[in-house]
């Protein structure tokens, strides 16, 4: 019997366990994540052989089929956190709904001879990523609290970076033994597991109807455990605090309707948001050139080529839980700072690695270590920043969702991860483009400069606008936008 005296689903308790809804996001996550990565070494020998794309045209072929999936999650991350925050009390159903169009795209991966059949399937793949993104964060954040984001967030990354670990080496394995049966049938399996897993979840607020509060809840305020001695000066001061995020009553009819609108003049969240844009797009440009880098300097089949991820990828899935630890404990601010001036050095050493193809086995032996070692000191970078978006963008909408209850019907969460899986998707559009374009017109060595002077730029902005505490007498936004 539930704390009002209803007896809630079966098997209640453990379906809302903290670490079960945690583990089911992160598979979420880890599904997409891995069947993204999955086709990334295969794309250009299945152009190649299966859909009959001329040589000259498959890198820009690749970066295209990369840039329709974000580019369709970017249209769909904003819908998805709307409609989650405002019509539905559980988010469940949505997030089964961005399973299934990822099941369609699957099919049509599988079965697609064409190139417009593989467009409609990276488009309902980007959907599909989305839609999960922006509900599996939103139920995260709700589910741990904002007090445990980083180290979470670092976790579940740490997790689904095994799917980039595995899945591009899988891919080219598969590809190379099997054939296209292989891969889309492991992409089959992955699909059921985590479809399961979504449809035992219980939120947690939905769980809160039927059982009493729990020790392993997420605490509610900064000064739970504390007697009234000790919170009351903590409570003033947290007072004080959002007095600087209160915002004045909206004039407009669309900023009554949407007030997350007036929280985006922010500039530690445009920031925020900015940083992880920057992520995606380093991200979309290696997943558009290394495989080609392989493929046309080394020689690489679709097995090694796969295998170059594994060093990119490895850092985040060792180092990841430990950043996220250092950015609940130290803060977002000097986490990302440090992140992106590593990125800066370790992207022109890329320049280092000869442009012209090695015959020599023995040179090319060493070029080949020497590019592996490169991308894993990039690697290493990424999982730097890994979290201080999120972490950043939900303190920062928390804090206006604190001083400002009367214009939110909830915590908009979802509708802020929507937008802020938006622009990550933004970035990984933009990211192969830049980079197949780059790499075709400059070079790739003078691609990869080009993206340390992004990242130096980025350093700048995160020293000034990440992690600033405002106060009281700092403007916020006047509600006449």
């Known amino acids: 019997m539930g704390g009002n005296g209803q007896s809630g689903p079966i098997g209640l308790k453990w379906r809302s366990n903290t670490l079960f809804v945690c583990c089911t996001v992160g598979i979420g996550a880890f599904t997409d994540l891995f069947l993204y990565e999955l086709i990334v070494p295969v794309l250009p020998f299945m152009l190649k052989d299966r859909v009959h794309v001329p040589d000259a045209r498959i890198q820009s072929t690749i970066s295209d089929l990369l840039a329709v999936y974000a580019a369709a999650s970017c249209l769909t991350s904003p819908i998805a956190g709307i409609l989650a925050d405002r019509l539905a009390s559980s988010r469940q159903l949505p997030f089964l709904l961005g399973l299934i169009l990822l099941l369609l795209s699957t099919i049509l991966l599988a079965f697609g001879k064409s190139v417009p059949v593989l467009v409609l399937a990276r488009l309902l793949q980007g959907a599909s990523g989305g839609i999960v993104w922006t509900i599996g964060l939103a139920i995260l954040i709700e589910t741990v609290g904002r007090e445990n984001l980083g180290k979470t967030i670092g976790t579940i990354f740490s997790f689904i970076t095994v799917g980039s670990f595995f899945a591009p080496t899988l891919g080219g394995v598969l590809y190379a033994k099997i054939g296209y049966?292989?891969?889309?049938?492991?992409?089959?399996?992955?699909?059921?597991?985590?479809?399961?897993?979504r449809l035992f979840m219980v939120e947690k607020k939905v769980a809160a109807r039927y059982l009493p509060p729990s020790p392993e809840s997420p605490p509610s305020s900064s000064s739970e455990g504390l007697d009234a001695t000790e919170s009351t000066p903590l409570l003033a001061n947290r007072s004080q605090e959002l007095n600087a995020y209160h915002l004045s009553e909206p004039k407009h009819r669309i900023t009554k309707a949407f007030p997350i609108l007036l929280v985006l003049l922010d500039p530690g969240l445009l920031t925020a948001l900015f940083i992880g844009f920057i992520q995606a797009l380093l991200l979309g440009a290696f997943d558009a050139t290394v495989p080609l880098v392989a493929s046309t300097r080394y020689g690489f089949d679709s097995l090694k080529a796969g295998l170059l991820f594994v060093p990119l990828a490895s850092a985040d899935f060792f180092l990841g839980p430990v950043f996220g630890w250092c950015v609940d404990r130290w803060g977002t601010r000097p986490v990302s700072v440090i992140g992106f001036l590593w990125l800066v050095p370790s992207l022109v050493l890329l320049r280092l690695p000869t442009e012209e193809t090695v015959t020599d086995h023995l040179a090319m032996g060493h070029e080949i270590a020497l590019y592996a070692s490169l991308l894993a000191l990039n690697g290493i970078g990424l999982a730097i920043i890994n979290s201080t978006s999120i972490v950043e963008s939900g303190?920062?909408?928390?804090?206006?969702?604190?001083?400002?209850?009367?214009?939110?019907?909830?915590?908009?969460?979802?509708?802020?991860?929507?937008?802020?899986?938006m622009i990550w998707s933004g970035g990984l559009t933009i990211g192969p483009l830049v980079g197949g374009t780059l790499r075709e017109k400059i070079g790739y060595g003078n691609m990869n400069a080009?993206?340390?002077?992004?990242?130096?730029?980025?350093?700048?902005?995160?020293?000034?606008?990440?992690?600033?505490?405002?106060?009281?007498g700092d403007e916020g936004s006047d509600g006449h936008t």
């Open 181 to 197: 049966n292989g891969v889309f049938g492991v992409s089959i399996a992955v699909i059921v597991v985590d479809f399961v897993l």
């Open 395 to 421: 303190n920062i909408v928390e804090k206006y969702w604190e001083a400002n209850k009367e214009l939110f019907n909830q915590a908009p969460y979802a509708q802020l991860y929507g937008i802020n899986s």
């Open 450 to 472: 080009v993206l340390a002077g992004i990242c130096a730029v980025t350093t700048v902005f995160a020293a000034l606008f990440v992690g600033v505490r405002r106060r009281n």
